[in-house]
Structures are given as structure tokens and as C-alpha cells.
């Protein structure tokens, strides 16, 4: 368990890194910008003037994400100890868990709550919405749960057409949620398709994020799965 | 590492064997204490100095 631990915690490091500096080169100029134009409306200042300055924002942001990839890593390490009898495809494991790990943290929530473009205004304050968005991800875990318990049965049962179609089954739920479920953000000046092009950014961001745990998870996973010599502790290099 | 365990139910078991009430009893306070600090934290320098993050990773809040 700490063996699992421990490798997801670096597993974590090395794809926190990844993404903080995907957020400092990529996420935060673009936020910027695109804050920038939707305040262009009102003249030239912020309409809300933050606390801190853009490069401060831009540096805390990047050692969040940091951050987000270790505590990330960290849940996945433990929940692949727990779980990994449970789960189907043999060495593509970490990949599956990482998948379900996607679906729960991020995808559910998006399904009511999507990313918000800069710009956009949410429709309800936090009080409904932080709830909301916990209750999204314990709703997220369920499907996971279902999805690939599903498959497994299925698939066992009824050979591999079955279980893929049962595993779809809970997915495709959560999909007709984000149809039914009312909007959650107003106004916005950005043009549709480039909210539409933010909203594919954060989400291939998050799911990289979590490709990425899998991939070094797997390859810090096998000396402490074969219990072999000196298994090669990944010191995540600090340079950022 | 047990290898032998085979089943989610027996990992459970055996982390529940393994982790002395103490120890996990620990990590639970220490879970806790930085969740407790990191609401402290919710204050708006912190809060609007992970704007960007918040935003780039899609979660709630603005």
C-alpha cells in the first residue's frame, strides 16, 4: 500500500509538472487573453480587478497544477492498491483506473457544471454549486463503478461485445444528463466556437494529466509489483 | 505487498490489518488539518492568485 502510494505520489509529481507547465505556457496567457477581449466591452479595465498581479497568478496557478497532479497521483496510487483485483485489463490497469479516475473527478461535474470560458458568468453563486459539483463527482464514481463492474460481469458472461455495451450503458446515462441538465453559465463575449475550442482544451488537459499518471504509475509500479532489487525511486526533477 | 489477495474485499482486509487504528487515525487528522487550512486559504490572495488553474482545469468557482 505504501509502495502504491509512493509511486503514485511521484507518478503525480512528474505529470504535475507536465501540467503546471502546460499552465504557465499554454492555460494562463490564454486566459488572460481571452479575459482581456471579454472585458473589452467596458472600456479597458477589469471589471473586477483581482487581488494579485497576472504574473503572480501566472506562477501560483502553474504550482497548483503541480500540485493537483501530486494529490491526484496520490488518490490514484491508494485506489489502485485497493482496487486493482477489480479491475479488467491485465497490464492496461493503471489505464483503466485513470480513465475512471477522469470520468469521476472531472467529466461528471462538466456534464452540469462545463469549464467556464474567461469571460462567461456562472448562474448560481458557489453555496449551490460546490455542493452541486461534490455530489457531480460522487455521481461520477457511481457510473465509473458501474461501468467497469458492468464489463467485467458482462464480459465474463457473455463475451466481449456484451461487456463493451454494458460498460457504454452508465456512460451513455451520464452523456443524456449533460443534455437534459440546464445551463449554469450567462453571457460570455466569446464567440461560441471559441468557448466550444476552451472547453476541448481544459478537457484534453485533464485527460493528458491523467494519461500521463498512468503512464509513469506503470513504469514505477513494476519493480515494486515483481518485489525486486532497489526498485529506481523516481525523484520527479525539480526542473520546472 | 501481499500478493496473494485477490480480491477488493481481502485488499481492504489487509490494509485494515496492516495500518495500525493509530496510524490511520493520524493521517486522517493531518487530512483534515490541511483541509481545514486550505478553507482558511480560500481567502482572496490565494483564491485569485489560482485563477488561471482553476479555469485551465475546469472546475467550479470563478
Not at chain 1, 4 to 9: A, C, D, N, Q, T
Not at chain 1, 39 to 54: I, L, T
Not at chain 1, 208 to 215: D, K, M, P, R, Y
Amino acid at each position: 500500500m505504501i509502495d502504491r502510494l509512493r509511486s503514485g505520489v511521484a507518478a503525480g509529481a512528474i505529470a504535475g509538472l507536465a501540467y503546471g507547465l502546460f499552465t504557465w505556457l499554454v492555460a494562463s496567457p490564454l486566459i488572460h487573453h481571452l479575459e482581456h477581449l471579454a472585458s473589452h466591452g467596458g472600456d479597458h479595465g477589469h471589471d473586477a480587478a483581482p487581488a494579485v498581479g497576472e504574473t503572480a497568478t501566472a506562477v501560483v496557478s502553474a504550482g497548483g497544477g503541480v500540485l493537483w497532479g501530486v494529490l491526484l497521483g496520490a488518490a490514484f496510487g491508494v485506489a489502485y492498491h485497493l482496487f486493482e483485483p477489480a479491475l479488467p485489463g491485465g497490464a492496461l490497469k493503471p489505464y483503466v483506473l485513470a480513465g475512471t479516475g477522469f470520468l469521476t473527478v472531472s467529466v461528471a461535474p462538466w456534464t452540469v457544471l462545463p469549464p467556464a470560458t474567461p469571460g462567461m458568468e456562472p448562474l448560481y453563486g458557489t453555496s449551490l454549486r460546490v455542493p452541486l459539483y461534490l455530489g457531480l463527482i460522487v455521481l461520477g464514481g457511481l457510473v465509473a463503478a458501474t461501468s467497469v463492474l458492468g464489463h467485467v460481469r458482462a464480459s465474463r458472461t457473455r463475451g466481449r461485445g456484451a461487456g463493451i455495451l454494458v460498460a457504454s450503458l452508465p456512460l451513455a446515462a451520464l452523456g443524456l444528463l449533460s443534455v437534459v441538465a440546464p445551463p449554469t453559465l450567462a453571457g460570455g463575449g466569446a464567440p461560441p466556437e471559441l468557448s466550444a475550442a476552451f472547453r476541448w482544451l481544459v478537457g484534453f488537459s485533464q485527460a493528458g494529466l491523467w494519461t500521463l499518471i498512468a503512464v509513469a504509475f506503470s513504469r514505477f509500479d513494476r519493480p515494486v509489483g515483481r518485489r525486486g532489487a532497489g526498485s529506481p525511486t523516481a525523484t520527479a526533477r525539480g526542473a520546472d | 505487498m501481499s500478493t496473494n489477495s485477490d480480491t477488493v474485499a481481502d485488499r481492504f482486509a489487509a490494509a485494515g490489518a496492516r495500518i495500525d487504528p493509530l496510524t490511520a487515525l493520524t493521517a486522517l487528522a493531518l487530512v483534515a488539518a490541511l483541509g481545514f487550512a486550505l478553507l482558511f486559504l480560500q481567502d482572496p490572495l490565494a483564491h485569485d492568485a489560482l485563477h488561471d488553474f482553476r479555469h485551465g482545469a475546469g472546475i467550479v468557482c470563478h
